[in-house]
């Protein structure tokens, strides 16, 4: 995963506060190939309920100044049906904390 701990923790402090604490993160896209460069941060948020519109918009802004990257920023509702586009990210997605960064 192309994240340094820092960004990670970036991420993780952004979605609380945007967020909440129930949102699972996960990272997908470009950033999990580790021989790509640049790219955007793609993010997954899993949550029991829908995440507000507003605050998602809130938090890509956020974590654009923040990171100084692009961010996308998807939702799921957990135990829904996902769209073709959520069922992707679900299924090549990873939770931004299963590694350390080197």
Do not use: W
């Amino acid at each position: 995963m192309r994240l340094t701990q820092a960004q990670r923790d970036s991420i993780i402090s952004s979605v609380r506060e945007f967020a909440g604490t129930e949102a699972d993160i996960h990272v997908f896209g470009s950033r999990l190939d580790d021989t790509r460069r640049g790219g955007d941060v793609d993010l997954l948020l899993l949550s029991p309920t829908a995440i507000p519109r507003l605050s998602c918009a809130e938090l890509k802004m956020a974590l654009e100044e923040r990171l100084q990257l692009p961010v996308d920023v998807l939702t799921y509702v957990s135990g829904t049906e996902p769209t073709p586009f959520q069922a992707i990210a679900l299924a090549q997605s990873q939770p931004i904390n299963t590694e350390k960064a080197a």
